[in-house]
């Protein structure tokens, strides 16, 4: 929430701007509203972290349904990396490349914490 919702909105930049331009002294020729629609760009990506405002929330879609499945037995981990880009083509429109751009990108699962979105999906 704090970083695609308070972080991209226009009230938080019109304060905020003004700071990172003195700090970064290349952004002193960009308008304000250019820049805020820079980083308002909505368009899928493969990884959670890198998404937009938009559809980091079908990320975690994404993770939930597949862990659920994989705890009742629907999906053998073996079959992972077919769900997870059918689910990548399905809710975003794109296909991961290979595995560590998809089902190995996350973290999450191999340090074991497996129901880490589960509180994030209440949210949504």
Known sequence: MWENLVGRSLPAWEYFYPHLQKVFPQFLDVPLDKFYKGINKVQPSLVRVEADEATYNLHIMLRLDI?????????????????????????????????????????????????YFSHMRLVI
């Open 67 to 115: 862990e659920i499945a994989l705890l009742e037995g629907k999906v053998a981990v073996k079959d992972l990396q077919e769900v997870w880009n059918a689910k990548m083509e399905e809710y975003l429109g794109i296909t991961p490349p290979d595995a560590a751009m998809g089902v190995l990108q996350d973290v999450h699962w191999s340090g074991g914490m497996i129901g």
